[in-house]
């Protein structure tokens, strides 16, 4: 695989909820630290936070603390982001990567999250 691959974006109102996936088959993403992203239009990816190889995350975004939740399924190469309460300024492309990935320029698509009533 040569780069990662999200999915589960959408649009939702104010207050409902999404699952993100990324799924990640290459070494460079399995054995490696993980990341979520998000980017709005006209700005830098803001890194969400992050999941080590044996599966604790931790928050780098104060906004998403208590709402967002990253996971991991090592067995199906796939890290996950569950995202509770969303709100319009949660709105954005979220990427998945590892920091040798983002070294490399493995970007995958990104799936669009759209939060508007």
């Known amino acids: 695989q040569a780069h990662p691959v999200e999915s589960g974006g959408g649009l939702v109102q104010p207050g409902q909820s999404l699952r993100l996936s990324c799924v990640a088959s290459?070494?460079?993403?399995?054995?490696?630290?993980m990341g979520w992203y998000r980017q709005v239009p006209g700005k830098q990816r803001e890194l969400i936070g992050t999941?080590?190889?044996?599966?604790?995350?931790?928050y780098s975004m104060d906004s998403v603390r208590g709402r967002f939740i990253i996971s991991r399924d090592t067995g199906k190469n796939t890290v996950y982001l569950q995202m509770n309460n969303l709100q319009p300024e949660d709105t954005g492309v979220y990427y998945c990567n590892s920091n040798m990935g983002i070294v490399r320029g493995y970007w995958g698509p990104g799936t669009q999250v759209t939060v508007s009533s």
């Open positions: 999941i080590t190889s044996g599966g604790d995350p931790t």
């Open positions: 290459g070494s460079i993403w399995t054995i490696n630290p």
